[in-house]
């Protein structure tokens, strides 16, 4: 008969929580998987040209993305109601943005309802991470 080794168990169940570590998942996809991601998910091929659009227009609404990122989301800009800073949205100038699923999909969620009243779809958030990918020093 085998007997259990407490120091094996603990050995283990120690090694299991520090890959279950909530900073284990920080940084875990990149700007350009997020654009794979939401590709394979959109029914059209990513369109910078339409993500710039989308990203500069109201909606219908009292807000755009640009209202809090900026036209041009290569600086730093100001929360429309909290003046906030917020940091550049373009990953080019911001190498943490869209490096978190997580965060991504949860400010995405987010910031679509502020401005369109809904979720964003898949096409359209990867029109805007197409053209905000494109955006270079």
Request: overall charge positive; hydrophobic content about 40%.
């Amino acid at each position: 008969m085998r007997t259990f080794h407490p120091s094996r168990g603990l050995w283990a169940a120690l090694l299991a929580l520090t890959f279950h570590l909530p900073w284990a998942y920080a940084g875990d996809t990149s700007a350009q998987a997020q654009l794979q991601r939401w590709s394979a998910e959109a029914t059209t091929v990513p369109n910078a040209e339409r993500g710039r659009l989308f990203f500069n227009s109201r909606h219908g609404g009292e807000w755009s993305c640009a209202s809090c990122h900026g036209q041009l989301p290569t600086t730093p800009a100001r929360h429309a109601s909290t003046g906030k800073t917020v940091a550049p949205l373009a990953p080019a100038f911001n190498p943490e943005r869209f490096t978190d699923a997580a965060k991504a999909d949860k400010w995405f969620r987010r910031n679509c309802k502020d401005v369109l009243s809904r979720e964003c779809t898949a096409t359209e958030k990867a029109d805007v991470l197409a053209w905000l990918v494109q955006l270079k020093p």
